[in-house]
């Protein structure tokens, strides 16, 4: 089955630690996505990434950092220095950048207490 | 500043009956947009698109149209059943198949399909 995988579905992690959300996708897209979703906030970008080894800055990228070293893989990574890290994070995929139709994942929903 | 408003956040509707949602652009550069649905605890999952060269695209019970002088869309569901309660978001795009722009999400509305 073709899709995009996020493990876990939950996370739990105390305040200071960084955490590293997986996502993987077996479409053969281009270009990968990190949104978050807060209640009443719709989907908030924070890295995308068109191509291996290049990634962009979204709207919210502070206190956030990734990685694309292969074209299935876009690990996000919520440093110590992200203010509010409790969110529901999603992945997302298309088969290039720009306006395709993108495809997501299940989410993560990351606690920190 | 907003560039995609969904100024509705919920709308309950009867099943059998339309709904209606309704979503408000600022960007005239924006040529393609989509709606999607999400389910709680849930990715959201494309449900249909419309390009700036048309007024209206229609897929089964979901018909999109588009008023691009108004800068405004719309998503009609006809019938509206129990299984469509969902929330709901209205994304827009500059330069489809381009690499020119990102999705940008409205909020979203949360449809409530009554039975």
């Known amino acids: 089955d073709g899709g995009i995988t996020q493990s876990p579905k939950y996370l739990f992690r105390k305040e200071g630690q960084n955490v590293t959300l997986s996502c993987e996708q077996n479409l053969n897209h281009d270009a990968m996505y990190w949104y978050r979703q807060d209640p009443g906030q719709g989907l908030r970008l924070i890295y995308y990434s068109q191509i291996v080894n290049d990634f962009q800055k979204g709207d919210i990228a502070e206190g956030y950092s990734v990685s694309r070293e292969k074209k299935e893989s876009f690990p996000l990574t919520v440093t110590s220095a992200q203010k509010n890290p409790t969110a529901f994070y999603l992945c997302?995929?298309?088969?290039?950048?720009?306006?395709?139709?993108?495809?997501f994942g299940p989410g993560t929903r990351l606690t920190v207490t | 500043d907003q560039q995609v408003k969904q100024n509705s956040p919920s709308l309950s509707v009867q099943e059998g009956r339309i709904s209606i949602l309704n979503c408000d652009y600022t960007?005239?550069?924006?040529?393609?947009f989509l709606w999607y649905k999400k389910y709680p605890a849930e990715g959201p999952t494309f449900l249909i698109s419309i390009s700036s060269i048309k007024d209206k695209n229609e897929d089964g019970r979901f018909t999109v149209f588009l008023n691009k002088s108004a800068k405004h869309l719309s998503l009609h569901i006809v019938p509206s059943q129990p299984g469509d309660s969902a929330v709901y978001f209205c994304a827009a795009s500059v330069g489809y198949g381009g690499s020119q722009g990102n999705l940008i999400f409205g909020k979203g509305t949360k449809l409530s399909v009554k039975p």
């Open positions: 960007n005239s550069m924006f040529d393609y």
């Open positions: 997302a995929s298309s088969m290039m950048g720009g306006g395709y139709e993108q495809y």
